[in-house]
């Protein structure tokens, strides 16, 4: 992720989160979980091993296609991740 | 995003070029006519309005930013907070918190820290901070939210740095006899109450009369009553007034409050 903090992000809203998981090939299941659109179920993980959620989904930055969540902690460590 | 702007001043017939430094937004609304709008230096665009082929188009270009240039692709909400974060992080007065404490708290109580002092940013300008203590609270349990409490509540600078200081001071000081005490603090937080709306008045007196024998073993002769809301304010207004409370303390309570909000500090 070195680097990324240079470019301005593209941004998304809530409402083209499924234009952006199909972008990365990825998809929700019946569970609202994002998965891999060619292996459903392969569930996609955060840096952490975490799954996640539709709704937690805050986005992706570079480093084998790390998958962000919404929460405080994860923002706070993708800021530090960005610094470097 | 050189191609992803360059698509787009193809499909829109609008020269984007000279806009160094253009935002991207991407949302769907098939309920409005504009497939695009710039506002504050950001090109909206609305995917609803775009054709199979085009929609596709602007995945290929989106992928290409992010692999050939590392362009983060981030929820609009998120990237607003990041921001705040970053931020946050800036201000001179975290930095010297963070800093100081950093070599001294637990390690793995760092990052807890670390967010702690964001959400007391957020708190000391009149912002909602109950999600970012569920946040919180989610990734490091009760511990967590018991030190974002002590922070916003200036715990770190009034309590623990003071603590440490007079244990270098009186000579024989271990780094690891001021972590035993910070963690009897942190585990179980004796010198202050946070008062939540699901905490019965019976409930916080019992904790109340706990925490004075507690503090008075230790020789810890305040008790800090913390308390947001309406109906948290008029409970720990009706402790106060409570007859065995009263037995124990001595003198009478600061009380900072308003109609919203309270601290009051009872000794004993």
């Given at each position: 992720?070195?680097?990324s903090r240079?470019?301005e992000?593209?941004?998304?809203?809530?409402s083209?989160k499924?234009?952006?998981?199909?972008t990365?090939?990825?998809?929700?299941?019946?569970?609202?979980?994002?998965?891999?659109?060619?292996?459903?179920?392969?569930?996609?993980?955060?840096?952490?091993?975490e799954e996640?959620k539709?709704?937690?989904?805050?986005?992706?930055?570079?480093?084998?296609?790390?998958?962000?969540?919404?929460?405080?902690?994860?923002?706070?460590?993708l800021?530090?991740?960005?610094?470097? | 995003?050189?191609?992803?702007?360059?698509?787009l001043?193809?499909?829109?017939?609008?020269?984007?070029?000279?806009?160094?430094?253009?935002?991207?937004?991407?949302?769907?609304?098939?309920?409005?006519?504009?497939?695009?709008?710039?506002?504050?230096?950001v090109?909206?665009?609305?995917?609803?309005?775009?054709?199979?082929?085009?929609?596709k188009?602007v995945?290929?270009?989106?992928?290409k930013?992010?692999?050939k240039q590392?362009?983060?692709?981030?929820?609009?909400?998120?990237?607003?907070?990041?921001e705040?974060?970053?931020?946050?992080?800036k201000?001179?007065?975290?930095?010297?918190?963070?800093?100081?404490?950093?070599?001294?708290?637990p390690?793995?109580?760092?990052?807890?820290?670390?967010a702690?002092?964001?959400?007391?940013?957020?708190?000391?300008?009149?912002?909602?901070?109950?999600?970012?203590?569920?946040?919180?609270?989610?990734?490091?349990g009760q511990?967590?939210?018991?030190?974002a409490?002590?922070?916003t509540?200036g715990?770190?600078?009034?309590?623990?740095?003071?603590?440490y200081?007079?244990?270098?001071?009186?000579?024989?000081?271990?780094?690891?006899?001021?972590?035993?005490?910070?963690?009897?603090?942190?585990?179980?937080?004796?010198q202050?109450?946070?008062?939540?709306?699901w905490d019965?008045?019976?409930?916080?007196?019992?904790?109340?009369?706990?925490?004075?024998?507690?503090?008075?073993?230790?020789?810890?002769?305040?008790?800090?009553?913390?308390?947001?809301?309406?109906?948290?304010?008029?409970?720990i207004?009706?402790?106060?007034?409570?007859?065995?409370?009263?037995?124990?303390?001595?003198?009478?309570?600061?009380?900072?409050?308003?109609?919203?909000?309270?601290?009051?500090?009872?000794?004993?």
């Open positions: 992720m070195k680097g240079k470019m992000p593209i941004t998304f809203d809530d083209a499924a234009f952006i998981l199909e990365f090939d990825k998809e929700v299941d019946s569970e609202g979980y994002i998965v891999e659109k060619n292996n459903p179920k392969q569930k996609v993980l955060t840096r952490h091993g996640i539709l709704e937690d989904f805050a986005g992706i930055v570079k480093g084998s296609e790390v998958f962000v969540k919404s929460d405080l902690v994860s923002l706070i460590e800021a530090d991740a960005l610094k470097r | 995003m050189e191609g992803l702007k360059k698509l001043s193809g499909l829109f017939k609008i020269d984007l070029s000279r806009l160094k430094k253009l935002g991207i937004n991407i949302f769907s609304n098939n309920q409005i006519d504009i497939s695009k709008k710039i506002e504050n230096n090109f909206n665009l609305n995917i609803s309005g775009l054709t199979p082929e085009d929609a188009k995945q290929g270009e989106i992928i930013a992010f692999v590392e362009t983060p692709v981030l929820l609009k909400e998120s990237k607003d907070l990041l705040d974060i970053e931020a946050a992080n201000e001179q007065s975290n930095q010297e918190t963070l800093e100081y404490f950093e070599d001294k708290i390690l793995a109580d760092v990052p807890i820290l670390r702690a002092l964001y959400i007391r940013h957020v708190y000391r300008r009149g912002g909602s901070v109950e999600k970012l203590k569920q946040d919180i609270a989610f990734r490091y511990r967590g939210r018991i030190i409490n002590l922070c509540a715990y770190f600078e009034d309590v623990f740095q003071p603590m200081e007079q244990m270098v001071r009186a000579g024989g000081f271990s780094l690891d006899e001021f972590r035993d005490r910070y963690n009897v603090l942190v585990t179980q937080s004796p202050a109450i946070f008062v939540n709306r019965s008045v019976e409930s916080l007196k019992g904790e109340i009369l706990k925490k004075i024998e507690i503090n008075k073993k230790y020789k810890v002769g305040y008790l800090a009553l913390h308390g947001r809301g309406r109906n948290n304010v008029n409970k207004l009706e402790l106060l007034r409570d007859a065995d409370i009263q037995k124990q303390i001595v003198g009478d309570p600061e009380i900072d409050s308003k109609a919203d909000f309270i601290a009051a500090k009872i000794r004993f």
